[in-house]
């Protein structure tokens, strides 16, 4: 049984980080290509970034602005993803998809 299990989110004041975490079971990272996607509330889901099976990562400008970075550790069979210089507008849930499997999404708040 496939299981995407995030974690990491929380309540960050604007201009803090936070680094979420996706721990994978019955699938490995390296063997699929991955991405994280986030919902904000009242809007369609998007991607944030992906990594192919290679290790290639590719981030959505519009969404990083440079500031997520997107890693793995394929010892722990897990994918990060720190984010830094957050705003209001990254406020949302946060979920892992791998080998066409979806995490339950990690909650994150940005607020003073």
């Known amino acids: 049984q496939v299981q995407l299990v995030e974690s990491g989110g929380g309540l960050v004041q604007p201009g803090g980080s936070l680094r979420l975490s996706c721990a994978a079971s019955?699938?490995?990272?390296?063997?699929?290509?991955m991405a994280w996607y986030r919902q904000a509330p009242g809007k369609q889901r998007e991607l944030v970034a992906g990594?192919?099976?290679?290790?290639?990562?590719?981030y959505v400008d519009s969404v990083a602005k440079g500031r997520f970075t997107l890693s793995r550790s394929n010892a722990k069979n897990r994918v990060y993803l720190q984010m830094n210089n957050l705003t209001p507008e990254d406020t949302g849930v946060y979920y892992c998809?791998?080998?066409?499997?979806w995490g339950q999404g990690t909650q994150v708040i940005v607020s003073s």
């Open positions: 990594m192919t099976t290679g290790g290639t990562i590719s």
């Open positions: 998809f791998a080998g066409n499997y």
């Open positions: 019955g699938i490995t990272f390296d063997g699929n290509v």
